[in-house]
């Protein structure tokens, strides 16, 4: 198919609007705490030690699940920011689309059930994270919903690279801007947790099927670590080597 020739006539990307390229993903997966320059960041900043490196505690890759249709935005749209927030953070993150049926797969075969690699921006308002008046202890104190899932909380996009046109999973700069300030700057061979364990972790916790989104986690530079959060005007580009660029703006 990829060698054969295409009817479509070709336009100019300047005369078209770009959607989503998957508009209602089955399962969004987001990996979290996954780059080592991100980890340590945030540890400095929360004044925190160290943490070890999971792999050496035993540990396994750790996803949370956002909403499909309601967080799901393009390329070039205008995102408003969620009106009971005012801590909404930026979090630049490659993502793979599942492209064949995946269940109970070995690291060694999983890059075999992806179709490709795109770019998410996981949106998260950070003063949501804790319930108030809940106990430290309880296992109700977290609001993922309000934290993760609000309206227009994953810009997606521009498209989806065939995973064969793309050279090193694990060797892929990444970067993103806030207007015209650089604020995340390293590369997947941060990963803690490498794509390939990722989807073998997953695959045994739930059957991964076409269309299924991994967003593989983001590196350091996010606003929590600097006090710095986005208001309405702020112009965001998510760029990741070999796939392009990703821009969305924000209002209120």
Same mark, same amino acid.
């Given at each position: 198919?990829?060698?054969?020739?295409?009817?479509?006539?070709?336009?100019?990307?300047?005369?078209?609007?770009?959607?989503?390229?998957?508009?209602?993903?089955?399962?969004?997966?987001?990996?979290?705490?996954?780059?080592?320059?991100?980890?340590?960041?945030?540890?400095?900043?929360?004044?925190?030690?160290?943490?070890?490196?999971?792999?050496?505690?035993?540990?396994?890759?750790?996803?949370?699940?956002?909403?499909?249709?309601?967080?799901?935005?393009?390329?070039?749209?205008?995102?408003?920011?969620?009106?009971?927030?005012?801590?909404?953070?930026?979090?630049?993150?490659?993502?793979?689309?599942?492209?064949?049926?995946?269940?109970?797969?070995?690291?060694?075969?999983?890059?075999?059930?992806?179709?490709?690699?795109?770019?998410?921006?996981?949106?998260?308002?950070?003063?949501?994270?804790?319930?108030?008046?809940?106990?430290?202890?309880?296992?109700?104190?977290?609001?993922?919903? /309000?934290?993760? =899932?609000?309206?227009?909380? %994953?810009?997606? +996009?521009?498209? $989806?690279?065939?995973?064969?046109?793309? *050279?090193?999973?694990?060797?892929?700069?990444?970067?993103?801007?806030?207007?015209?300030?650089?604020?995340?700057?390293?590369?997947?061979?941060?990963?803690?947790?490498?794509?390939?364990?990722?989807? /073998?972790?997953? =695959?045994?916790?739930?059957? %991964?099927?076409? +269309?299924?989104? $991994?967003?593989?986690?983001?590196?350091? *530079?996010?606003?929590?670590?600097?006090?710095?959060?986005?208001?309405?005007?702020?112009?965001?580009?998510?760029?990741?080597?070999?796939?392009?660029?990703?821009?969305?703006?924000?209002?209120?």
């Amino acid at each position: 198919m990829r060698a054969g020739k295409c009817a479509a006539a070709a336009l100019d990307l300047s005369t078209v609007q770009l959607l989503a390229p998957i508009l209602y993903p089955g399962t969004i997966l987001c990996a979290g705490a996954n780059y080592r320059d991100h980890v340590a960041e945030m540890s400095k900043a929360l004044n925190l030690p160290p943490e070890p490196d999971p792999h050496e505690l035993g540990l396994k890759p750790w996803h949370f699940i956002k909403a499909s249709a309601a967080c799901v935005r393009g390329p070039g749209s205008r995102i408003s920011l969620p009106a009971y927030s005012k801590r909404v953070d930026w979090e630049a993150e490659i993502a793979v689309v599942i492209g064949r049926e995946c269940r109970d797969v070995s690291v060694d075969t999983a890059l075999d059930f992806v179709a490709g690699v795109s770019i998410v921006n996981d949106l998260s308002a950070r003063d949501h994270l804790r319930r108030e008046g809940v106990a430290a202890d309880s296992p109700f104190r977290y609001d993922w919903v /309000s934290q993760k =899932s609000f309206d227009g909380a %994953l810009p997606f +996009g521009p498209w $989806i690279c065939p995973i064969d046109d793309i *050279g090193d999973l694990g060797n892929l700069g990444i970067r993103l801007w806030v207007n015209e300030e650089l604020m995340q700057d390293s590369s997947s061979s941060n990963l803690i947790f490498s794509v390939a364990e990722q989807i /073998s972790h997953l =695959s045994t916790r739930l059957t %991964l099927r076409p +269309g299924d989104v $991994i967003a593989t986690g983001t590196p350091a *530079g996010c606003g929590a670590a600097r006090g710095r959060f986005l208001k309405p005007g702020d112009r965001v580009s998510v760029w990741v080597e070999g796939v392009g660029v990703l821009i969305n703006e924000f209002t209120d």
